[in-house]
């Protein structure tokens, strides 16, 4: 039960300072970091320069090192870091969602093979323990959807955006206190987020979905006309990234979304992440925290470290299902569209047109699309659209879908 | 990994059927309900009668039952089966939060020394996973405020009393829905609050306060003219359980406190309950689901069971600090205390006076209390006063506590 942690650190950015920081603060005498390695030995840190090492088999070499923590950006290279040193019977704690949720069945494997633990809460909503919970809590029951605010950026911009700020002076406002990178593609586009939606994916239903085959609309399209549709509405503008299990199909995708008042999601502003759990029998339960920063994030990493001390692992119940259960875009979705050309909203066909507006200024309409048909634009790229998904108007706040079968007078032919 | 459950389930009401219905729902087939005792033989059910037995011993002495489910309302039987039980070298599952919070440390002991789990999510705020993201998730860290809505019964009567509903008529819509007993005594007065609490106090800084050392106050009281004051000032009332560990000292209470509208927990209404963890490291976190109901406390119960399929135990790993920190009353809290009748307040001194008024119809105060004063009346009993806490007015929606020694020119001599 007092097994020493000895680690080996990769990264000394945001979150590995944070952790050596928070590590220092507590009383886990039997956790201790060994060795840091960092990318750029002229870089100014805050601690003395004798603690770094440039060299990445200084740690993975290093026998007495029996845990890695990598906290470094690049993902091939944290591939390559992850990859050995389970190889070498080392514990791995990783915050890095794009190379987990590109490899995650091999790394899976391979910590299985050396008989480690590999651990990723940080990955994932920063300190939500949304893992764990999908994991040892969520493990009985019948789960149904996952529905995230899982990227703390995008969701700062569009609480400034829903209080009438334009896309550009709220980006800024976010660059300027830390929120967001120089190069936000990552967070606006929705690829951070989908890369968090594959991991969630694998632990709530059991299947891996690499994020390349996961749909990411994000935010940058979003237009003062449309946040002026939402207040007019009394909604507000979210991006989500969300999962259903449907029979055994599994859906998923991130995209903009309307959200009512009434939802709980309406209320979670600014950086704060939120997670909504609904299974079968527990009903739906809400998760909110704070999703990056260097305390909270170093804060989820360190109790992965924690929990090594007591041999935990992920035991991957629900993976059983591998092969039975597939991902679908064969659902339907209501959705909105807005530009400022009523020309580009005729590129898209709606089998069902439910609303439509047209002026000289701003067009939008709304309807219900097979999901493999909107998959087919890449609306990240078309500047001009708005894509929007609405709630449902039926059951409150929530996304109607039906699944093909389900609803045959609607296929398509 | 495949362990056999085989369960003796006592008791067969509301929890009980729901966690039978939901066993015959899901798929664990290594799962199952093997007798069950109930205490009347006349009573109708929804199962044929002969799945009942009316005698504890055919549980408790039957060798092929590993696991006893115990779900009735009497907390003296409940204590009597469960510590049986135990000492047959059984696992228990409980959600009889009152038995608990009464005898924590000696089931934990007993459980110990027959090796066996004692695990009981559900007593506390139903589906919500918060016994074991305290005992698992927020093991490292520096763990230093739990704040819960914890009873449906009371946020359900509150939320339509903050509608300008009076609490007659909300108590009646109550009990008509299922969320109020016939004698809510238990709810409105604060009791059910404070079993909760206890548990909570044990898995969040390590120490057993039993619920008798625990204030409570509950919304019997509380008026329309303070729903008025609350309105005005744009807060809603909620009940909260709450505890804090400033130094090494714990302080823990259950009363109707004032919200504001940038608390999350201004959102959380009707039967919905809601606990936010704060710690140094990971900032806040808030959980949110339904507490009560068939279903979801079954569901809880049902996760309970399957964590015993692997062996899960809790490790009260923070128990060691039982003996080297205290709970204690000798902190400050700011109070609003309201009446109809001038003379009732002026019974209660305050240190610090901010605010009062006074008319013909109602009169109130606000300020500074040293708690143990407080503590002196029995405000549950003394209809005429109303007792809510105030958020603190620095730091947003939260009390400001301050320790005795913190603050020695306040210090009452």
């Known amino acids: 039960m007092n097994k020493e942690i000895n680690i080996g650190l990769f990264g000394f950015g945001v979150v590995g300072s944070g952790l050596y920081n928070v590590l220092n603060l507590s009383e886990a005498s039997h956790i201790k970091i060994s060795k840091i390695v960092v990318k750029n030995p002229k870089k100014k840190r805050s601690i003395p320069s004798e603690n770094f090492f440039f060299d990445k088999q200084t740690i993975l070499l290093d026998l007495k090192i029996n845990t890695v ?11 390559q870091i992850v990859k050995t040193a389970l190889k070498y019977g080392k514990h791995v704690v990783s915050a890095n969602k794009k190379m987990i949720a590109e490899h995650l069945n091999e790394l899976i494997a391979l910590a299985n093979n050396n008989n480690v633990s590999f651990l990723y809460e940080a990955a994932v909503a920063g300190s ?39 896309y550009k002076k709220a980006m800024q406002i976010a660059q300027e206190k830390g929120f967001a990178e120089t190069d936000p ?47 007019e509405k009394g909604y507000r503008i979210k991006l989500f990234a969300r999962a259903e299990k449907i029979d055994n199909q599994i859906i998923g995708f991130v995209a903009p979304q309307f959200v009512k008042q009434d939802n709980f999601c309406y209320q979670v502003n600014n950086e704060f992440n939120a997670i909504t759990v609904e299974a079968a029998f527990s009903d739906k339960q809400l998760f909110i925290g704070k999703g990056a920063g260097s305390f ?10 924690s929990a090594l001390v007591y041999d935990y692992k992920y035991e991957y119940r629900k993976s059983a299902v591998e092969g039975k259960v597939n991902f679908t875009s064969n659902f339907y979705v209501r959705v909105y569209l807005g530009s400022e050309n009523r020309i580009d909203l005729s ?51 929530e996304i109607q879908y039906f699944t093909l079968q389900n609803t045959t007078e609607l296929i398509l032919e």
């Open 69 to 79: 923590v990598e906290l470094i950006n690049d993902p091939e290279e944290a591939y």
């Open 128 to 166: 939500i323990p949304i893992i764990r919970n999908l994991e040892e809590y969520y493990n009985n029951d019948t789960l149904s959807s996952i529905l995230g605010i899982v990227n703390g950026t995008t969701n700062f911009i569009l609480t400034q955006a829903n209080e009438g700020i334009s």
């Open 185 to 231: 593609t990552s967070d606006v586009d929705g690829f951070d987020s989908k890369y968090k939606l594959s991991i969630l994916i694998k632990h709530a239903f059991g299947i891996h979905v690499n994020s390349n085959s996961i749909f990411n609309n994000g935010i940058r399209n979003i237009k003062p006309r449309d946040i002026q549709y939402a207040n």
């Open 296 to 305: 909270p994030t170093a804060s989820a990493v360190l109790s992965d470290i």
């Open 347 to 397: 590129r898209i066909d709606l089998i069902q047109e439910d609303e439509s507006f047209f002026s000289d200024e701003y067009s939008f309409k709304i309807g219900w699309i097979v999901f493999s048909e909107l998959e087919k634009f890449d609306f990240n790229e078309w500047k001009e659209i708005s894509l929007i998904i609405l709630p449902n108007e039926v059951e409150l706040a």
